[in-house]
């Protein structure tokens, strides 16, 4: 039976090569799983040595220990990986890790599926236009999610309510507040604007960058339809409020002429100074400018000016006969700058009182403007938060891979998924009786070793949260199902990275909503939203992804097959070419039972002969 492995450098021949393969079924397990060659040894000779490199020298190095590419076998053509384990004398030791192709972007990550990105007109407004529509007449939406993950006692958050997609009756029309700057310059952020995906377009999205149409009973789940994934990433970005000063004491003077002064008959020499500070570089946008000009005066003139690019804004100019004035210009302006660079100064030109007097400031100002900068780095109490005008589902997914996410789909609501051509089946495990069952008995043996599953049991959970939002587990053996019953040391357990957002009040003084419990970016949440209820965006509390309501609908049939059922397990040579027409997936009938392969083991012990190890459950 021919075999080989293509690689970009070149093609290895392993048709004359002993190894043996593991299959494993994903049905029966918590896990997705490749096949995969065991260990196997590769002859290193001139042809291996001029197409992969030296792996025999003692000063080996610009060799690669994994190497991808593609392997023929059993007449299919599979995505693989070699993998170089160890070099002894002139032979390699070697595994092949192939199936790969099956999901083939398994290991992608969330964000980097072909999910939408688009900009609109105003975030503000289209959020609240999909908010009164479900799926799947949009594949996002955005649902009032409530979080305690920002401190709403520092600067930057103490405007915020709790709310991610906030929303308001204003007049009878539903309005999703913005984020704003008063007119003092203080930033009030009071919304986070964050669409949450629908998790069936997630699955669709996946398969189908994958070359495959998602079908089968996942589509039409109850469970799912009404439901739309909350990732906890942040959606949003934060931009730096425009916050700088202008201060100059006594001292900070640029110009100091001496003058003389007649005053009631007598001559004082005193000195004359002038002050200025300017800030410029400034964007287009309207400048509050608060604070005040402190002037201890000798006697004559004394001029205070705000400058706004060149022109004069403010100013007094008086000239005081009476001497020894302690003068305060406090001042609360605003200035609108329009030009694409722009600038404000402020000058002084007074006689000091006291010329070497320095513990007070000339020039005391503060400007804010209501100009935002693409920056994080401002201090706290000038960070905005930024919703932008766009929708961007890559930064609106859990921060885990397509397998990932899958999986925890898999074994929250119990399904399997098996490619045929270019289709994803993804059905619900146990639902069905089997069809198209697989007559096996020309591979089977008389009185294989049978091993009755009664003491099995099984584990069902969800992440650990604390009171009062912790979630039931569930825990199945021969004796029946137990509310959060205790594990045994050999319980199969099966975690679930997911939960659905529980309605509750944040506060004993607040309405009713669904709450991020994880405040994580790494688990699924899901939440119930069936769009608008009395005019608002709120969640419904709806059962049936908790237990024990799930896993009587979802697990109950299933788990008790495998723990009524009965492994067999035998070992058989057989040919090999009509073997590998078998599935993995495969519902055989053999010894009087319909059986459920658990794992295939192949040994090749010839060119076209199998020494296979079969392990099944029957059902």
Not at 18 to 31: A, W
Not at 380 to 390: C, I, L, R, S, Y
Request: charged fraction near 25%.
């Amino acid at each position: 039976m021919e075999i080989k492995f293509y690689a970009a450098e070149g093609v290895i021949d392993l048709s004359n090569v002993e190894f043996s393969t593991q299959e494993e079924n994903s049905m029966l397990s918590d896990q997705t799983f490749t096949k995969f060659f065991f260990p196997f040894d590769i002859h290193v000779d001139d042809v291996f040595f001029h197409t992969f490199g030296d792996y025999l020298s003692d000063e080996i190095k610009d060799v690669k220990s994994k190497i991808d590419g593609y392997l023929f076998h059993e007449n299919k053509t599979h995505k693989a990986v070699l993998n170089i384990e160890n070099v002894e004398d002139n032979v390699i030791t070697a595994q092949i890790d192939y199936g790969l192709e099956e999901i083939p972007n398994f290991d992608k990550k969330l964000s980097e599926l072909p999910l939408p990105k688009f900009t609109v007109n105003d975030i503000h407004l289209h959020a609240a236009e999909i908010m009164a529509k479900t799926w799947p007449q949009v594949n996002y939406n955005f649902p009032k999610i409530y979080t305690d993950r920002y401190d709403r006692d520092s600067d930057v958050w103490d405007a915020f309510e709790g709310y991610y997609n906030n929303t308001k009756i204003e007049n009878g029309v539903l309005k999703v507040p913005n984020n704003y700057i008063d007119g003092g310059g203080n930033i009030f952020n009071v919304n986070i604007i964050h669409p949450c995906p629908h998790p069936i377009y997630l699955l669709k999205l996946g398969f189908k960058d994958a070359g495959f149409d998602l079908v089968g009973d996942i589509l039409a789940d109850p469970d799912l339809q009404k439901r739309w994934v909350f990732s906890g990433t942040e959606y949003f970005t934060m931009k730096a409020q425009t916050k700088l000063y202008a201060e100059a004491t006594q001292m900070d003077f640029y110009s100091d002429e001496a003058t003389t002064l007649l005053l009631n008959g007598y001559f004082y020499k005193m000195r004359k100074r002038k002050y200025s500070r300017t800030v410029d570089n400034l964007k287009p946008g309207n400048y509050k400018v608060q604070g005040s000009f402190r002037i201890k005066s000798f006697y004559g003139r004394i001029t205070c000016r705000v400058i706004s690019n060149g022109s004069v804004f403010w100013e007094h100019d008086v000239y005081y006969e009476q001497g020894f004035q302690d003068k305060s210009f406090p001042l609360d302006l605003t200035i609108p700058l329009n030009q694409t660079t722009n600038s404000v100064s402020f000058f002084v030109e007074f006689i000091p009182l006291n010329p070497d007097a320095s513990d007070y400031n000339v020039i005391g100002f503060q400007l804010t403007s209501d100009v935002l900068l693409d920056s994080n780095a401002g201090t706290e109490d000038t960070k905005a938060v930024n919703n932008p005008n766009e929708v961007d589902l890559t930064k609106a997914v859990p921060d885990m891979t397509f397998g990932e996410f899958v999986n925890i789909i898999k074994n929250w609501l119990n399904y399997d998924f098996t490619p045929i051509g270019t289709k994803i089946y993804m059905n619900r495990l146990g639902k069905n009786e089997p069809s198209n069952v697989v007559d096996f008995s020309k591979f089977a043996v008389k009185n294989p070793k049978k091993t009755f599953l009664s003491k099995r049991s099984f584990k069902l959970k969800f992440p650990d949260f604390d009171a009062p939002y912790k979630i039931n587990s569930m825990y199945y053996d021969v004796d029946g199902k137990k509310l959060n019953g205790q594990e045994k040391e050999d319980t199969n357990v099966i975690e679930i990275n997911g939960y659905p957002l529980p309605l509750a009040k944040p506060k004993e003084n607040l309405p009713l909503c669904a709450i991020d419990v994880a405040e994580s970016s790494d688990v699924v949440g899901l939440v119930y939203y069936d769009g608008l209820i009395a005019g608002v965006n709120d969640s419904k509390d709806v059962p049936g992804l908790v237990f024990p309501e799930l896993f009587d609908k979802n697990w109950l049939r299933w788990l008790r097959q495998r723990i009524r059922g009965i492994k067999f397990e035998w070992s058989k040579e057989v040919n090999a070419e009509e073997f590998s027409l078998m599935s993995i997936k495969d519902h055989i009938f053999c010894n009087n039972n319909i059986h459920l392969f658990a794992t295939l083991n192949k040994e090749k012990t010839g060119d076209n002969s199998y020494i296979v190890d079969i392990v099944t459950e029957t059902i």
